[in-house]
Structures are given as C-alpha cells and as structure tokens.
C-alpha cells in the first residue's frame, strides 16, 4: 500500500523567504503525485501534480515541486512566501486503487 | 462552476441522533469521494465512487455509517446513530478521472455532543 511521509508538522519563516516542504513518498510504481493546501475553516485546494514528463512542476500561487525517483520525494518550494500563504500543506499518492492517499501536513507560520 | 457543493457547513447533534451529510459533484465528474480529517488520523478516505457505483468502501469505520449516491449529481454519507467519536470534518471530493486529482468540497463540521 502507498502512504506519505511529510517529516515536518509546523514550520515558520519569515516573510520574503524561501520556502521548501519535503515529502517522502512509498508506492511500488511510478507515482502520481499531488500537493494540496488548506486555509482555516476551508476545504483542500490543488496546487499542482506530477503524473509523467519533466520532474520540476509548475503550479498556482507561485509554487514549484520536483520530483526525485531515487529520493522517493516531491518537495515543495516556494523563492518568497507571503503572509498569505500562511495554511497547511498536504503532499498525496494516488495509487493503483484510485485512492489518494495524504500525508499528515505541515503548518506554516508566516512572520512579518 | 460552482464547484463542490457540501451541506451543511456545520452540523451539531445528540449523541444518538441520525446525520445525513450532503454533497454534490462538479457537473461530469464521473469520481466521488468522502473523507474524514480528524487532529489524529488526518485525511482517510470513507468511500469511492465511480459512475454512481460504490467502488470501494473499506475505509466506512462501521455499519453505522452508509453512502449513497442515487444519481451523478448527489450523494449522501449517513451516519446512524452518532457517536461523540464520529465528531470531525467531513469533506466530499470529485473528480473527472481517477488519476487527475480531486477537487473538494469546503466540507461540514460535525460535532456530536
């Protein structure tokens, strides 16, 4: 079965800084891979997935992830975070049973 | 698109008491889902379906809890009766393939008191 590994539960930068989530990953094939973010009181929104092709993902909101076969991980990055993108991030592995499968988060705190 | 439509947004009941959830899927999505979140488990899927079809229903806890989904516009997560424990956020996700990501719903707050 796959499952996620986000090592990180909180995290806190400053405003302007460069931001990197890891994400480890388990599954036996070539995984589908996905980042989600979650503001307060709100459901999950997609940031941006990796199915196939070039391993550095372009997604909304100015984030970027990469994918890493021999590492098993698709960290996130972001080059300067903004009081907004203070919410927690969820990484996930769709597998061959369909079922996606979360990491269990990380927080970020954004300082001024 | 108006996206993925879930009701209530919060629901508060007597431990006892029967809790219908309600969700409606993006317009063609042809994938259903519900999770839970909980502070202890994070995000575990209940149930999936596929074309109104139940597909996989390992993750119901138990026989208290039931889904439907009696057309491709509406579904149901049925809990009966409610337990302090099943207090959480239940989210409803869809999706136009299964290998395309989900979109969810804002979700509904359920607190059984």
């Known amino acids: 079965a796959q499952s996620v590994t986000q090592p990180d539960i909180h995290i806190t930068v400053s405003e302007g800084a460069s931001l990197e989530l890891r994400c480890n990953y388990s599954?036996?094939?070539?995984?589908?891979l996905f980042w989600y973010v979650q503001s307060p009181g709100q459901g999950l929104q997609l940031l941006l997935k990796y199915f196939s092709g070039d391993t550095l993902v372009q997604g909304i909101k100015g984030f970027e992830a990469e994918f890493k076969r021999s590492q098993s991980s698709f960290n996130l990055r972001k080059p300067s975070v903004h009081w907004s993108d203070a919410a927690e991030y969820f990484c996930a592995v769709l597998g061959s049973n369909y079922k996606l499968t979360f990491g269990k988060g990380t927080l970020l705190t954004v300082n001024p | 698109d108006a996206g993925v439509i879930q009701s209530p947004r919060h629901e508060v009941t007597e431990m006892g008491q029967e809790v219908t959830l309600r969700c409606k899927p993006i317009s063609g999505h042809n994938s259903l889902f519900w999770y839970r979140q909980t502070m202890m488990r994070g995000l575990e899927l209940l149930i999936y379906?596929?074309?109104?079809?139940?597909?996989?229903d390992s993750g119901m806890p138990e026989d208290r809890f039931s889904a439907k989904m009696p057309n491709a516009s509406f579904s149901t997560l049925k809990i009966q009766p409610s337990e302090p424990r099943d207090s959480a956020v239940y989210f409803c996700?869809?999706?136009?393939?299964?290998?395309?990501?989900?979109?969810f719903g804002s979700g509904t707050r359920l607190t059984v008191v």
């Open positions: 379906f596929n074309n109104n079809v139940p597909i996989d």
């Open positions: 996700a869809s999706s136009p393939d299964s290998n395309y990501g989900y979109t």
């Open positions: 599954y036996g094939a070539t995984p589908y």
